[in-house]
């Protein structure tokens, strides 16, 4: 009886563990060329928006010799049974491998973080791995929340490329 007890336990704090150490996000997020930044609002109306091929630069799907501004947005819903680790680890890290050259990322329309700048003091950040925490306080439970990534392309490749784009409780992707 006394071992039965413990596999219970063991197998549930498993199940509490894989809900945790969960990715939040999926592949399917929106994409337009331009810019304006009442894109990064939660209301901006993304419905007639392209399909992003995430992880792949934009001229790998279909915005060949394209340099300029462009957009990515993703809404997700972030269930509340994850809110007491959230709370205890200083909220959720969004990982968004890298952007070719410069981003400004936007969570429910607060700026999160960013690598780079835009012309006329241009930074490129190419190389940088994008990794922001999302603070406790801006995540809508069980409700749709805004992911809204502002990219500026100088030349060549642009966009988000690479596979660690995830959303997780912070500290939790170490631990897997």
């Known amino acids: 009886k006394q071992m039965k007890k413990l596999i219970i336990i063991y197998l549930a ?73 959230a709370h205890k680890n200083g909220g959720l890290t969004l990982r968004l491998a890298r952007i070719d050259d410069v981003d400004f990322t936007y969570f429910n329309g607060k700026l999160i973080g960013n690598n780079g700048d835009v012309p006329p003091h241009y930074n490129c950040k190419y190389d940088a791995d994008r990794i922001y925490i999302i603070p406790f306080s801006l995540i809508l439970w069980d409700q749709p929340n805004t992911i809204a990534v502002r990219v500026y392309d100088e030349g060549g490749g642009g966009g988000i490329y690479g596979d660690d784009i995830s959303l997780m409780i912070s500290g939790t992707k170490e631990l897997i």
């Open 13 to 85: 704090a498993i199940c509490s563990f894989t809900l945790q150490a969960q990715n939040l996000l999926d592949s399917k997020w929106k994409f337009a060329t331009g810019d304006d930044s009442t894109r990064r609002l939660p209301e901006f109306d993304d419905s007639n928006w392209t399909d992003a091929q995430i992880g792949k630069l934009w001229e790998n799907w279909g915005f060949q010799s394209y340099d300029g501004f462009g957009w990515y947005r993703k809404q997700v819903i972030i269930p509340s049974g994850i809110k007491k680790a």
